[in-house]
């Protein structure tokens, strides 16, 4: 159980159009979830803390009109990337926090974004 | 602001080997500490979660331990093999804030 579902795993695209990561609880409803971005042999950094029903919580230094949230449903929140640069090529990954008798944070697989 | 550190960066160690993997934190006022596993470009698979009010806990051949006091857990790997070789992050809830990750340490077991 616990299973968070992150897709594409892989995304290229051309500078200057946008790309969405899904991220879904599979089996439980989470209405918090996390958006992390990872460069390369570095640490997670949390870009923003997705609620649903509200408006995301960024992290100071992210763009919210660059990376948009969307935290629609308990299952399911999504991270647009709009008009992509090279920059912006990276490793995100989400998280979905579990509570109750099995709270904890269950991670999806990741996406790796490549702008050209 | 909790700060998490990862000592060391980079591990190599020949299979077989006990090896310990270390983690420190600023803030002693956590709820909870948690060991997760990378492997390269994948996600993040959780290992051991230790709550604050614990001090180890065991899962085959891991056991990872939490000196809440001292703002230190370690990550003890018995008899290493080399399908254990990942980046192996430590992370700390505290306070309302997400999980605050360290840096990871590199593992590499030599077969």
């Known amino acids: 159980g616990a299973v968070v579902s992150q897709h594409p795993s892989r995304v290229i695209c051309k500078s200057g159009t946008s790309v969405k990561i899904e991220c879904r609880s599979l089996?439980?409803?989470?209405?918090?979830m996390f958006w992390y971005r990872q460069f390369p042999k570095k640490s997670l950094m949390l870009m923003a803390t997705?609620?649903?029903?509200?408006?995301?919580?960024?992290e100071q230094g992210v763009e919210k009109d660059k990376f948009l949230i969307n935290h629609a449903s308990l299952t399911l929140s999504t991270l647009t990337v709009t008009s992509a640069h090279p920059e912006d090529s990276s490793f995100y990954i989400c998280?979905?926090?579990?509570?109750?008798?099995?709270?904890?944070?269950?991670f999806g697989s990741g996406t790796r974004l490549t702008v050209v | 602001k909790q700060e998490v550190t990862q000592i060391p960066a980079a591990l190599s160690v020949p299979e077989g080997e006990n090896l310990v993997l270390n983690c420190s934190f600023t803030?002693?006022?956590?709820?909870?500490l948690q060991w997760f596993r990378q492997d390269p470009g994948k996600g993040l698979t959780s290992l051991l979660l230790?709550?604050?009010?614990?001090r180890e806990q065991t899962s085959g051949r891991l056991n990872a331990s939490l000196d809440k006091s001292s703002g230190r857990s370690t990550l003890y790997i018995a008899a290493s093999q080399p399908g254990d070789s990942a980046t192996y992050l430590c992370?700390?809830?505290?306070?309302?804030?997400?999980?605050?990750f360290g840096k990871g340490t590199r593992l590499s077991v030599i077969a």
């Open positions: 998280s979905a926090l579990r509570t109750g008798h099995n709270y904890g944070y269950t």
């Open positions: 089996d439980f409803q989470a209405t918090t």
């Open positions: 997705s609620n649903e029903g509200s408006k995301a919580t960024y």
């Open positions: 992370a700390v809830h505290s306070g309302n804030t997400p999980l605050v």
């Open positions: 230790i709550q604050s009010s614990q």
């Open positions: 803030d002693s006022a956590i709820y909870n």
